[in-house]
């Protein structure tokens, strides 16, 4: 088993609809959690990072958390064509809190 | 700005050659990592370091090799050992490791391929 697993997709919504991207993680130790987006070629960039249960909001941006469930989402409000990226769930190891433990990443299509 | 530089962005290598990749960071960031990443593939941990003077194996460290003298500096050595070098290699940084809060933060990567 995995230690983050998401789904590879991709996944495709039209301009202006929510995207939403799931993450699931098995060291139920974790405490930190974090969304990358990474565009072909490119190097990962922060989005939003989450370490308490339930839901936090940046911008069109909401991450939310449910450590009993051990999982980890991602709601991309008006989704935009820039919006078109692979998106990694980081989680930080509990047992290993010196390792973060990266997902294969969700590729998603927003359609123009 | 602070950030973290590596270089170069693209290199070749030629069979039994050993190449080594740079990074360095000026966010005085104590941990650092090196990942590899294939196409279509997640990150996959090669080596990090706490400390100076300090590093640790991760999940796929054959045929690669590090050296962590200054906290600026984790360069990545890929020797003539790791048979199938051709990736995305990416640098990381993050305040201290009990720091449980601290995201990763990324250089910009460096393209490997053989000759």
């Known amino acids: 088993q995995k230690e983050v697993e998401q789904n590879s997709g991709p996944l495709s919504v039209p301009e202006g609809a929510i995207a939403s991207l799931n993450c699931t993680y098995s060291?139920?130790?974790?405490?930190?959690f974090f969304w990358y987006r990474q565009y072909s070629g490119k190097s990962p960039e922060l989005i939003m990072s989450?370490?308490?249960?339930g839901d936090k909001e940046d911008g069109r941006f909401t991450a939310q958390l449910n450590k009993a469930s051990q999982y980890v989402s991602l709601l991309i409000r008006d989704s935009q064509p820039s919006d078109s990226a692979t998106y990694l769930c980081?989680?930080?190891?509990?047992?290993?809190?010196?390792?973060?433990?990266f997902g294969s990443g969700t590729k998603l299509n927003v359609k123009p | 700005d602070g950030g973290i530089t590596q270089s170069p962005k693209y290199l070749f290598r030629k069979e039994g050659q050993n190449v080594t990749l740079s990074c360095e960071q000026n966010?005085?960031?104590?941990?650092m990592y090196w990942y590899r990443q294939d196409p279509g593939q997640g990150l996959r941990l090669i080596y990090y370091?706490?400390?100076?003077?300090?590093?640790q194996k991760g999940d796929i460290a054959e045929g690669y090799s590090v050296s962590r003298e200054k906290k600026e500096s984790f360069p990545l050595t890929v020797t003539s050992a790791q048979k199938n070098p051709t990736a995305f290699y990416l640098c990381?940084?993050?305040?201290?490791?009990?720091?449980?809060?601290?995201?990763?933060?990324f250089g910009d990567g460096t393209r490997l391929s053989i000759l």
């Open positions: 990381a940084s993050t305040n201290p490791p009990n720091w449980d809060n601290q995201p990763q933060h």
């Open positions: 060291d139920r130790g974790s405490q930190s």
């Open positions: 989450i370490y308490s249960n």
């Open positions: 980081a989680v930080k190891g509990g047992y290993n809190f010196n390792k973060f433990y």
């Open positions: 966010l005085n960031h104590d941990a």
């Open positions: 370091s706490q400390i100076v003077n300090d590093f």
